[in-house]
């Protein structure tokens, strides 16, 4: 049984989880707001490695949201830059396969980012890349070829949209194991480690964290690998038989945001 009331930091999922597309769910204000009311802090935790976090900032602020700060998020670059410098990787030249915005977030972390396929590359890191083309995957097949190091910031299938799904990273990651034989190494969600830090960098224990999310896969079972307790909503990708589908079980089960909203009060 999940205790709502006694949840202190609220680890929030984005994507089908508080919007679609860029509709806010009915409650995602609401709750919010009851949140900092009772004392407690909201950190959104996306899988989401196309756009740096003023970008949320900005869409959030369009859809409502006017009272967020750049502290109230924690993405998987924020996580994979975390793991990078835990790792010994700041002298590695890095060929960072996404978007601009995830090139310039690992340069202005200290990194060193190929502009182009060289010779002396050691690491392939891989994000969802809303700028994909054929090249970058042409150059990630020669170096996984070659047998780089290959890191991915999230194991995600699909995105969802206001129109239905688009592929993530997990969906192109799939397409270089098919070609090139390799798998990554995943650091965002269902890996504990954005759970895990959330609580570290505000000070928050398990007993007081909870994860709210819409895929069980990586949301819901990030939770669970950071023995914290989770709520799983049915407004975004994920439906009741993912529970058996994939053998993780959230704590509770709720139809949105707003149900939830309700069992705080």
């Known amino acids: 049984m999940l205790d709502l009331k006694q949840k202190k930091l609220f680890l929030l999922d984005m994507d089908g989880t508080i919007y679609l597309g860029d509709q806010l769910f009915d409650g995602t204000l609401d709750f919010l707001r009851e949140v900092r ?14 756009r740096g976090v003023n970008a949320y900032v900005e869409r959030l602020l369009h859809m409502g949201i006017d009272f967020t700060t750049k502290e109230d998020f924690l993405t998987s670059v924020d996580a994979l830059i975390w ?13 960072a396969f996404g978007t601009k915005t995830f090139r310039q977030q690992l340069v202005d972390a200290g990194f060193h980012i190929a502009d182009h396929l060289e010779d002396h590359i050691g690491l392939l890191v891989c994000g969802f890349d809303t700028e994909l083309t054929f090249q970058k995957l042409e150059d990630a ?11 991915a910031t999230n194991p995600d299938w699909v995105c969802p949209t206001s129109y239905g799904s688009v592929p993530d990273c997990g969906s192109v990651c799939e397409m270089l194991f098919r070609a090139t034989g390799r798998r990554p190494h995943f650091i965002g969600k ?21 994860l709210v999310g819409d895929r069980i896969y990586t949301d819901i079972a990030c939770g669970v690998h950071a023995g914290i307790d989770t709520a799983f909503v049915l407004s975004g990708e994920g439906v009741p038989e993912d529970i058996e589908k994939y053998h993780v ?12 909203l309700e069992k705080m009060r």
């Open 83 to 95: 793991y990078l410098h835990g790792h010994d990787y700041d002298n590695t030249l890095i060929y």
């Open 190 to 210: 269902p890996e504990p480690d954005m759970a895990c830090l959330s609580m570290e960098k505000y000070g928050y224990s398990k007993e007081e964290t909870v």
């Open 141 to 151: 097949c020669i170096l996984l070829g070659r047998g780089v190091e290959f890191i």
């Open 37 to 50: 009311s009772r004392g407690g802090r909201y950190l959104f935790v996306t899988n989401n490695s196309s």
């Open 249 to 260: 079980s959230p704590t509770e089960t709720y139809r949105d945001i707003r149900e939830i």
